[in-house]
């Protein structure tokens, strides 16, 4: 009997211990278990590629146990090896320790990355019917593998897709690699590289169709830059493309070409356009506390005929500027850089200076020879009546001005950069010249050049950016208190010294404006900024000038920056804090 008992105490003595070894085993398993690594003797490329290698690996692993861990770590030496020798590093020896605090396992490797190895032949030839095209042979002699130089497989690849790129863009479709090897001799620590390039056929460009809707397909055509026959170039596309999405006529554009119905080599092109609303009707309301309540009454009628001819209108009203327009617009030979617009306008300004009419009528030309030039040129035939005060003293008697003129000006515009909606760097300038001579449909005789310019630089898309704005304008004219009020300057309020009411610093036949703004990065596409302007308008160029610094928020929309600025005034004549909301495109 005491034996069968004490059989029974041992079993469950025994089952006791195995129940506790398993507690015990399983919060061993749950324990969090850490592995780190560090990676010495490599640097850039070589090294950024041993780290993703290595943290795939880890993250592929899943929940790590101490096993694991040890199995990670030798998989590392293998990995890291593996790693630079895109980069010619084949000698690379790796020695490692693994080092274990409680939970946390660090490997340190260490990486002796031995010499590069060289390319000691480069081989290439051209084949096919392209294989004496000047460009592709120019293209050879500028590729980024020479003899001498350590065997990066980037480049090898780079060398690969430079070709394919060229071949295309002059028509070579079917062009491939008939040959591509690359001996690696370890043994001799060398490389030999060995292309063929077959070109294949040349293709041109095929029968060209426009699905253009309401549109003369006589006008569409004059986008397109390229004809039938001609050899094909993708970038055309992508040019063509580009160009009808940025016309004011369709809401969606789709330029195709259809490979796969080539014949003799000729592709053909379908370009398909959904044309937008040949009418649209704009009303705005809004409030400033520079311009107090404003509204807008505008009009769009894109399709005034089937060649593109359009027509604007729109009345704004506000508290210191009211105007109506009408203007008419023409495309040009070529729709994408030219057109001519033809205008009649009243305006009324009301500012401290003063208050002007300005009835005119104008016929203008824009031209943009290339990406970065625009060119305007115009002729306006303008009557004023304005009466307003010259030299800004408060016990001076406002002056009358009742005067015409026939104003040729012209205005030189260049932009540098890649993006104008929302930029990490470039610049703007203008340069805006314009005059009348007396008896020519001219009370008095004047000239006045203006300069604008605009300059941004960015430290980083996480981090900020400094925005500099300056104006300088300069009027000759024989008898100042000839000239009206709009053809003085005039300065304050948004995009000139904030602080200030709109246009209320002048008049004057001089103008400075200079002003310092820097945009920190929040979260996303929200900034902060804070700014500081200085300006004038004035009879005399040395007057000093008015100051005004804020701060404001700002989101980076995709039809440019929307910001909202606090602004003081530091000198006499402005506001304690004003409240002022800028929208539009960097440059």
Request: hydrophobic share 35%; aromatic share 12%.
């Amino acid at each position: 009997m005491n034996k069968i008992f004490s059989q029974y105490t041992q079993q469950r003595l025994h089952i006791l211990l195995l129940i506790i070894f398993c507690l015990c085993g399983t919060k061993v398993c749950f324990a969090k278990t850490i592995f780190y690594y560090n990676i010495q003797g490599i640097q850039n490329q070589a090294l950024q590629n041993a780290t993703r290698r290595m943290d795939i690996m880890i993250k592929s692993t899943g929940t790590l146990t101490p096993s694991e861990v040890q199995t990670l770590y030798s998989q590392g030496f293998k990995n890291i090896k593996k790693a630079v020798e895109p980069y010619a590093f084949f000698k690379a020896h790796v020695t490692g320790r693994l080092i274990r605090k409680g939970n946390t396992w660090t490997a340190h490797y260490s990486v002796r990355s031995g010499p590069q190895l060289q390319v000691t032949e480069f081989k290439i030839k051209l084949a096919g019917p392209g294989k004496n095209n000047p460009k592709l042979k120019k293209a050879l002699r500028n590729l980024p593998i020479k003899v001498g130089q350590p065997f990066v497989s980037a480049k090898y690849t780079k060398v690969k897709t430079e070709l394919y790129t060229q071949a295309e863009n002059l028509g070579y479709l079917d062009a491939n690699f008939t040959k591509h090897v690359v001996y690696i001799d370890k043994q001799h620590y060398s490389a030999k590289i060995d292309l063929v390039f077959s070109t294949g056929h040349r293709y041109r460009y095929g029968k060209i169709k426009i699905q253009s809707g309401p549109y003369s397909e006589a006008f569409i055509r004059r986008y397109i830059m390229f004809r039938s026959g001609q050899y094909y170039d993708p970038n055309a596309i992508i040019k063509l493309q580009r160009n009808l999405s940025n016309a004011p006529y369709f809401n969606s554009v789709h330029v195709t070409p259809h490979r796969e119905q080539a014949r003799n080599y000729r592709v053909p092109i379908l370009v398909t356009l959904l044309p937008r609303k040949s009418k649209e009707y704009l009303f705005g309301l809004g409030y400033g506390t520079l311009t107090g309540p404003r509204a807008t009454l505008g009009f769009n009628w894109y399709r005034v005929t089937d060649t593109g001819h359009r027509l604007q209108a729109y009345i704004k009203a506000s508290r210191y500027l009211s105007s109506g327009l009408v203007r008419y617009i023409i495309p040009g030979h070529n729709p994408v850089t030219d057109h001519y617009d033809f205008s009649a306008a009243l305006l009324n300004l009301d500012v401290d200076a003063g208050r002007s009419m300005v009835a005119s009528l104008s016929a203008g030309y824009s031209h943009a020879p290339s990406k970065h030039w625009q060119e305007n040129y115009r002729l306006t035939l303008q009557h004023e009546s304005s009466k307003f005060k010259l030299n800004q003293d408060q016990n001076e008697e406002k002056q009358t001005v009742n005067a015409s003129f026939l104003i040729p000006s012209v205005t030189f515009a260049y932009i540098s950069s890649s993006k104008r909606i929302y930029t990490n760097g470039g610049y703007r300038f203008a340069l805006t010249l314009k005059g009348a001579k007396r008896g020519m449909l001219a009370t008095t005789s004047f000239i006045q050049g203006l300069l604008n310019a605009k300059y941004i630089a960015a430290f980083g898309k996480s981090f900020g950016r400094i925005i500099f704005r300056g104006s300088l304008g300069y009027t000759i004219v024989d008898d100042l208190k000839s000239l009206p009020l709009s053809l003085l300057f005039l300065t304050g309020g948004p995009e000139s010294v904030r602080g200030f009411r709109l246009q209320s610093i002048g008049p004057g036949r001089y103008l400075k404006i200079i002003s310092l703004e820097y945009q920190h990065i929040i979260v996303g596409n929200w900034y902060g900024a804070v700014f500081a302007d200085a300006g004038t308008a004035a009879n005399q160029f040395n007057r000093s000038l008015s100051k005004g610094v804020g701060i404001g928020v700002g989101y980076n929309s995709p039809v440019g920056p929307i910001q909202l600025s606090l602004a003081h005034a530091l000198t006499p004549g402005g506001q304690v804090i004003s409240v002022q909301v800028s929208l539009g495109p960097d440059l």
